[in-house]
């Protein structure tokens, strides 16, 4: 017997895709879903039980724009480069992601709610960096995404980015984000345009596993 129903939490798993062109945004997101689905974020794991994390919530539209602009900055070529060598390889599945990746670029600051999942610095760690990477990405995006996972559950969607970051010191600037915090992603947050989403065709399992050793 199964503890939850498995029709419905392999298809939440299974389909919970980074979404892009269904983002509605013409559709107002309320506060209080964000809040929901940030309190069921609040119950990943973190190192040590620190729960050093930080979230911003950004809906004002200035600060949205200038956001976008730093994410287009951050991304310079990166997305028209790998657009034309998905195309000129025959990858198929790449040259959709390149395709989606630039409308969002595009449009960023047109959708409602933009959330920087942030998290402490462990200055302990400083130095000791196969532990401080895992301990810090590890403390914050377990709960990102149960944070997508949320969201998807009630007819909203989302993207991880990283593209901004490579802007992240004016990011920070622009939002008063202390030296001791850092900014794990930027996800764009808007209902989406119907709820169909698929499961995505991945490596076989049997390329990646390891049993017992490499
Ligand atoms: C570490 C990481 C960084 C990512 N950065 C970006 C980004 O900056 N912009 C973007 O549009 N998508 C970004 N993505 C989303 C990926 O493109 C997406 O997860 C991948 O194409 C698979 O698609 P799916 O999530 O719908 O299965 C990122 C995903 C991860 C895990």
Excluded at 74 to 91: N, P, V, W
């Amino acid at each position: 017997m199964s503890v939850f129903d498995l029709s419905v939490t392999d298809a939440l798993l299974s389909t919970t895709r980074s979404v892009r062109k269904r983002l509605d945004l013409e559709r107002a997101v309320p506060e209080g879903i964000i809040r929901e689905c940030l309190e069921l974020a609040l119950q990943a794991p973190t190192g040590s039980n620190r729960q050093g994390w930080r979230w911003i919530v950004v809906t004002d539209a200035d600060k949205r724009h200038a956001l976008a602009e730093l994410y287009r900055k951050g991304t310079g070529s990166y997305l028209d480069d790998g657009y034309e060598e998905a195309k000129a390889a025959g990858a198929a599945q790449d040259v959709r992601v390149y395709d989606s990746a630039r409308y969002l670029y595009d449009r960023l600051e047109e959708v409602p709610v933009h959330v920087i999942p942030c998290i402490q610095m462990r200055a302990e760690l400083v130095g000791k960096p196969e532990i401080l990477w895992p301990s810090m990405m590890g403390s914050i995006l377990p709960s990102v995404w149960s944070f997508q996972l949320a969201l998807r559950a009630r007819g909203l969607g989302s993207t991880f980015t990283t593209l901004h970051l490579n802007c992240s010191d004016e990011a920070a600037a622009l939002l008063g984000i202390p030296d001791n915090v850092k900014q794990a992603g930027l996800l764009p947050v808007a209902y989406t345009l119907g709820t169909d989403f698929k499961p995505a065709k991945r490596r076989p399992l049997d390329d990646i596993l390891h049993w017992n050793g490499w």
